[in-house]
């Protein structure tokens, strides 16, 4: 391949897609920086002649010519998109949107589009896969919330740029909407619902705020103030989405019923969890849990397949929580 050939390919390369754009002058400092030695004129005829043959727009309003690309141009630039990336394109569209920035999905959109035409004229059985592929939740399931695009939008820029932002939020407790300034560090997908993690500017504590309940948000340019040992994941890992009632992790020891509950072998609970085998038809678990709601939930739904042995506090929490049940459902209606 020639120079000049290998020139406009990197040239394309760095034009950004529309509303970005860019102008011949970085360019060229762009190019120089690849070891391309070209004048200003030099760019700007090959602008000017590759914009015959791509998506190419320029805003001839400002000085110097700004550069760009058309926001759904798809690029016919060798590589074409070939099958298995048009199908890891078209899962990531079907499954990764909702944890996708706007702005980034905006970008993506293209891509998208041009893998879902591979894929309907490609006479493969792989282009068929999305059409045999679903994923569900474990649950009820319920239909996930809208969310604001545009407190979608502040709230992930926020945190890419690791700045505040401004939110007018509806906390279920509080009697009407506030505005308040948040310190994010993080977000938390968990169906149905988008959380963001972080710390309210002049309150206590990190809090956890669902974002369909923000009906407008901002960024504030002004640095996060965050702790330097806070982690996603430990977050996580601490219970704290799971509604703690308490600080203290809970020693669970169970006895499982089979087959119902081979699950937990397969999965278990926690990194320290231990079975035992004690015939064919149970086997007993010990392992070290979060003390959430959840936990009691879990617990409630599958009392008539495992004994709680231990802590004897938890067991007699489920059985009075199972009794009111049962007086319930006794009930008249």
């Not at 006479?123 to 649950?139: A, E, M, T």
């Not at 979060?290 to 929490?317: K, N």
């Amino acid at each position: 391949m020639s120079n000049t050939a290998v020139r406009y390919l990197t040239m394309l390369r760095m034009v950004p897609r529309y509303p970005k754009s860019i102008t011949a002058p970085e360019l060229a400092s762009r190019l120089e920086g690849q070891g391309f030695s070209v004048t200003m004129r030099s760019i700007q005829r090959d602008l000017e002649k590759l914009s015959a043959d791509f998506p190419l727009l320029v805003d001839e309003d400002s000085r110097p010519y700004r550069w760009s690309f058309d926001r759904d141009a798809t690029m016919d630039i060798i590589p074409a998109l070939d099958l298995p990336a048009a199908l890891t394109f078209e899962l990531a569209r079907a499954y990764l949107s909702p944890m996708l920035p706007p702005r980034a999905l905006s970008h993506l959109k293209p891509h998208f589009d041009e893998a879902h035409r591979t894929l309907l004229r490609e006479k493969n059985p792989l282009g068929q896969w999305p059409d045999r592929v679903r994923v569900i939740n474990r649950g009820l399931g319920g239909q996930r919330p809208s969310i604001d695009a545009d407190v979608l939008e502040a709230v992930t820029e926020a945190l890419l740029r690791e700045y505040q932002c401004q939110l007018t939020y509806q906390a279920r407790n509080w009697p009407e909407p506030e505005e308040i300034v948040v310190h994010p560090y993080g977000l938390i997908f968990r169906d149905p619902n988008v959380y963001l993690i972080g710390t309210i500017e002049g309150r206590e504590g990190i809090r956890q705020l669902v974002l369909h309940r923000a009906t407008a948000g901002a960024v504030v340019e002004e640095p996060t103030v965050r702790p330097d040992d806070f982690d996603l994941d430990l977050y996580i890992r601490s219970g704290a989405m799971g509604i703690l009632k308490s600080e203290q992790p809970v020693y669970l020891k169970l006895r499982c019923d089979r087959p119902v509950l081979n699950h937990l072998i397969e999965s278990p609970l926690g990194f320290d969890q231990l079975t035992k085998e004690l015939d064919d038809k149970t086997f007993e678990i010990a392992v070290t849990v979060g003390d959430t709601q959840d936990l009691r939930w879990w617990l409630t739904a599958q009392a008539v397949h495992c004994d709680i042995l231990e802590p004897a506090w938890l067991r007699q929490e489920i059985e009075t929580t199972l009794e009111q049940g049962l007086g319930r459902v006794r009930q008249e209606p």
